[in-house]
């Protein structure tokens, strides 16, 4: 079984420019999130999709950035215009959900942004 | 929200030695995760914990719900043990998100 892939890997941008980061959960999974960690500071949570309906975006920093889940496969999160804040690692998890019980959340190897 | 503190910060070993890393958290979960970072910042999961004791391998962890904690022992540290250690919780009645802690950042020295 495939895990969570992301894509790319690493990504080099000037600040205003825009970036999109794409996600691909474990096949079967409908819990999508999104997680990022900027420079020395802790893992904290952006959003969370169930198939394509936005479940909890409250930890989305600001109108900056936009997720997307079409079709409730993959999903993308856009960064536009881009801030030197912004820099990090974005990482991407899935779950599936068992009648409500809640499952491990798998992670993807991350999306290393930098702002220049 | 609930809070997440893991210690210690920093440790430093010799190979072969044992660890023991501590995880308290300020509310009930139901899901706690124990991942390992390794030097690419890759997230591995290591064990989904929420009450119980696990093993695999060196590695075994152990959560106390009532007394909201959660320790993670490696024993035998080898030097592709190094990396950062976080923990990671979900609050019961809270919304599917994990809280993460600052992470405990373990050197192993050959």
């Known amino acids: 079984e495939a895990g969570v892939t992301q894509f790319p890997s690493h990504s080099v941008i000037e600040k205003g420019q825009t970036v999109t980061l794409r996600c691909d959960p474990i096949?079967?999974?409908?819990?999508l999130y999104w997680y990022r960690r900027v420079m020395g500071k802790e893992i904290k949570f952006l959003l969370h999709f169930v198939k394509e309906s936005k479940q909890d975006e409250s930890g989305m920093p600001n109108n900056r950035f936009l997720a997307e889940r079409t079709g409730g496969t993959y999903s993308t999160l856009k960064v536009q215009p881009a801030e030197l804040e912004d820099s990090g690692v974005y990482f991407c998890a899935s779950s599936q959900d068992r009648g409500g019980l809640l499952e491990t959340q798998y992670f993807g190897p991350g999306t290393r942004l930098l702002v220049l | 929200g609930i809070q997440v503190e893991q210690s210690p910060p920093d440790l430093i070993l010799q190979e072969g030695a044992n660890s023991t890393l501590r995880c308290n958290f300020s509310?009930?979960?139901?899901?706690l995760q124990w991942f390992h970072q390794n030097p690419w910042g890759q997230l591995i999961n290591l064990f989904y914990i929420p009450s119980g004791t696990k093993q695999n391998g060196r590695l075994s962890a152990t959560t106390v719900a009532t007394e909201r904690y959660s320790l993670l022992y490696i024993s035998s540290s080898q030097t592709t043990d190094s990396g950062v250690y976080f923990c990671?919780?979900?609050?019961?009645?809270?919304?599917?998100?994990?809280?993460f802690g600052q992470g405990t950042r373990l050197t192993i020295n050959p």
């Open positions: 509310d009930s979960v139901n899901n």
């Open positions: 096949s079967g999974h409908d819990n």
């Open positions: 990671a919780v979900e609050r019961i009645q809270g919304a599917q998100k994990l809280v």
